[in-house]
């Protein structure tokens, strides 16, 4: 079963970060180096997340387009209320927010097992053993990953989740339009490219739905590429991107959840921290000193502690039914 207490000890930053990351789950032991495709230019990267970081999409996504068709598929109308608190938890409200979509539902799952109220309703919870076997071997988690697994093994699970995940994001293409980047986003690209700094999105988000919010909006000229879940983990994609040739010191995560803490650590870079519930006062500081020490070479030590410091305490480990 995963817990949440587990999923704390991969993404603190001082509880392991440094070694191979294997969020939730028991990766394959030779790690498999994604690739990414553009060209560096420039000797400092930014890697930008995208729901909740650069667009206020994480509400709308999960509340509306996750949620309801998790409770369909996964047959928990019996205890739908419950179903819907500990999936907001884990995808919104709690230190695994921003977390691939198997593993934080997954752990909605969990949650709900483990809950008395669900408990003495005597309903029958998916026990999900294919999604957990597939996920110990895989470490690309998304829809296009796992449906020629399902085909091939015809596990039941796998269909499942599969029938779930691709409706989820039929869903999210029918209902997510017109939803802006947060106020200050464009100014801090439009800087960050005046500073000649590389900047590719780095998310858990299919890059289809990335290509098409960015695209909407007009701003993903600024971006040398668009990394998506199919390009594997964040840490994978930043892994993957030092590869080219840039300093630690000069490469910069941008995010809002402790999974993309966890992926900077994990290489040695930056990490500035946009803050759920006050994501425009984040972004203003980026804007007001934080972007500039960082190209000044001042971000790191005490700034970058206390930044991190204060993102901490916006997101609790256990939930509070607990």
């Known amino acids: 079963m995963l817990t949440l207490g587990k999923f704390a000890r991969h993404i603190h930053p001082t509880r392991g970060l440094t070694s191979p990351a294997r969020l ?3 990766k394959k032991k030779k790690k498999e180096i994604m690739s990414v495709t553009y060209e560096k230019k420039n000797d400092y990267l930014v890697a930008v997340d995208s729901d909740g970081c ?6 709308i996504k999960h509340k509306e387009c996750f949620i309801p068709n998790f409770i369909k598929f996964f047959s928990l109308q019996p205890v739908s209320r419950f179903a819907r608190e500990a999936a907001e938890f884990t995808n919104l409200y709690s230190k695994s927010r ?12 969990d949650l709900l097992a483990d ?3 669900v408990q003495a309703r005597n309903v029958n919870l998916p026990k999900l053993q294919g999604l957990r076997d597939w996920m110990q071997r895989e470490t690309k988690l998304g829809t296009k990953t796992i449906k020629p697994e399902a085909e091939k093994t015809g596990d039941p699970d796998l269909k ?10 039929a869903t999210i293409a029918d209902l997510v339009h017109g939803v802006p980047p947060f106020p200050g986003v464009q100014e801090a690209l439009q800087e960050i490219k005046n500073r000649a700094a590389d ?17 909407e909006h007009g701003i993903i000229e600024y971006i040398a590429e668009i990394c998506g879940q199919e390009a594997g983990s964040k840490t994978e994609i930043l892994t993957a991107a030092k590869t080219l040739g840039y300093d630690a010191d000069k490469m910069l995560m941008v995010g809002d959840a402790p999974g993309d803490m966890k992926a900077a650590i994990a290489v040695g ?5 946009i803050n759920p519930g006050h994501e425009e006062a984040s972004w203003e500081r980026f804007n007001n000193e934080a972007l500039a020490k960082f190209f000044a070479g001042e971000y790191g030590g005490e700034y970058e502690q206390k930044v991190i410091a204060e ?12």
């Open 24 to 26: 939730l789950i028991r």
């Open 54 to 59: 650069a667009f206020d999409s994480m509400e």
């Open 98 to 109: 921003g977390a691939n979509r198997f593993i934080a539902y997954l752990l909605a799952v």
């Open 115 to 117: 809950r008395p109220e």
């Open 160 to 169: 499942l989740c599969y029938d779930w995940s691709s409706t989820v994001d």
């Open 199 to 215: 900047v590719i999105v780095c998310s858990a988000t299919p890059t289809a739905a990335l290509q098409s919010e960015w695209t």
């Open 269 to 273: 870079a930056h990490f500035y921290p």
């Open 311 to 322: 993102f901490e305490t916006y997101l609790p480990e256990q939930p509070p039914w607990k």
